[in-house]
């Protein structure tokens, strides 16, 4: 694996870790210093943090009264929580471990004013 590519690598890691802490906003960058006479490369690393998100509403389509009630006991985001944008998709990979769902689609909605961030599962 090339050096910028580790570099790319880290940097998407590290971006993760801090989705998982509700920084959904958060940017990291490389810049490079090229040394052309000690033939050198030093990276700055430029980063923004952003805002945190907590968890707002959770939505659920297309199940019954009784399954939605059981997916709501299920999920453990509660509204106001830090968001962990991880969380929704390792929940849907469960469902799917489980043999519980024929999920259409995910989303997530972020609302920038209220820094929450809404998540919609249609079954």
């Given amino acids: 694996m090339a050096v910028v590519s580790k570099i790319e690598y880290g940097l998407n890691k590290a971006t993760s870790a801090y989705a998982r802490q509700g920084y959904i906003e958060a940017k990291m960058r490389a810049i490079a210093d ?33 399954e939605l009630r059981k997916m709501e006991e299920k999920w453990k985001l ?3 929580d830090v968001y962990d944008a991880s969380y ?10 489980q043999k519980r769902t024929k999920l259409s689609s995910l989303s997530t909605k972020p609302d920038q004013t ?3 961030v809404d998540v919609v599962f249609t079954f």
């Fill in 34 to 66: 090229l040394d052309d006479a000690n033939r050198r490369v030093l990276y700055h690393l430029a980063f923004t943090e952003g805002p945190q998100y907590r968890m707002g509403s959770l939505l659920i389509t297309g199940m019954t009264e009784n």
């Fill in 78 to 80: 509660k509204p106001g």
């Fill in 88 to 97: 929704p998709v390792s929940f849907h990979e469960e469902l799917i471990r």
């Fill in 114 to 116: 209220k820094q929450t």
